[in-house]
């Protein structure tokens, strides 16, 4: 059973550039969670789908930000018009139903904006 | 309310010693506490985790230790080993919510 896998690893971006991180979860778990990790910080949570759903997107900025998970292919977090200030480790997680407490984390996506 | 402390940011210790890594929290409504490990370039891996109903957990050398009152939780790692050097995550969550609330982790590094 693969893990939650996410892609790019690392992706390099000029400054106003569109970004695309990709997250598959583990098969056969329906709830995604993407956080950032700003260096030598922990993670800070940004938002939490179901299949097609939004449940909580707290964590995640008012703008140039959005998270889609749609009922077929992977969750994907966009970073509009990206900034310096956006450059982190993006990390997806996953879970399964039922067990929403535990969760698998990818490997993460780490975006560099010039 | 809903931060979880962590301390020490980094700890360096001999093989075979027993690291502490402690952590408080704020949230009553927190009820579960699980601990992540971090490898350079990877992402965090679940190692452990408690909930309140009971003081203490172990699953092989880790240990979480839990003080419901004090509203704190701490992992001890026994006979470490270099192989454990990575950060430690702790982090908190309740049930009906949907967030994990991390603390800011610490970097520990086993001297061989």
């Known amino acids: 059973n693969a893990g939650v896998m996410q892609n790019p690893r690392h992706l390099v971006r000029r400054r106003g550039q569109e970004a695309r991180l990709r997250c598959s979860p583990m098969?056969?778990?329906?709830?995604v969670y993407w956080y950032r990790q700003l260096p030598e910080e922990g993670l800070k949570f940004m938002v939490y789908?179901?299949?097609?759903?939004?449940?909580?997107e707290s964590g995640m900025p008012k703008e140039r930000f959005s998270a889609e998970f749609p009922k077929e292919g992977p969750s994907i977090l966009r970073i509009q018009q990206v900034v310096r200030g956006d450059s982190a480790a993006y990390f997806c997680?996953?879970?399964?139903?039922?067990?929403?407490?535990?969760?698998?984390f990818g490997p993460g996506t780490r975006l560099t904006v010039l | 309310q809903q931060q979880v402390k962590q301390s020490p940011q980094s700890l360096i210790v001999q093989k075979g010693g027993i690291p502490i890594i402690n952590c408080a929290y704020e949230?009553?409504?927190?009820?579960?506490f699980p601990w992540y490990q971090q490898f350079p370039g990877k992402g965090p891996a679940l190692l452990i985790a408690?909930?309140?109903?009971?003081s203490e957990k172990k699953e092989g050398r880790f240990t979480i230790s839990f003080n419901k009152s004090a509203k704190q939780f701490s992992l001890h790692i026994m006979d470490s080993q270099p192989g454990d050097s990575a950060t430690y995550f702790c982090?908190?969550?309740?049930?009906?919510?949907?967030?994990?609330?991390f603390g800011a982790g610490t970097r520990l590094f086993v001297k061989a």
């Open positions: 997680a996953s879970s399964p139903e039922g067990l929403i407490d535990t969760q698998y």
């Open positions: 098969k056969g778990h329906s709830h």
């Open positions: 789908l179901q299949k097609e759903n939004i449940i909580d």
């Open positions: 949230n009553t409504a927190f009820d579960y």
């Open positions: 408690i909930r309140p109903d009971v």
């Open positions: 982090a908190a969550s309740y049930t009906g919510g949907f967030k994990t609330i």
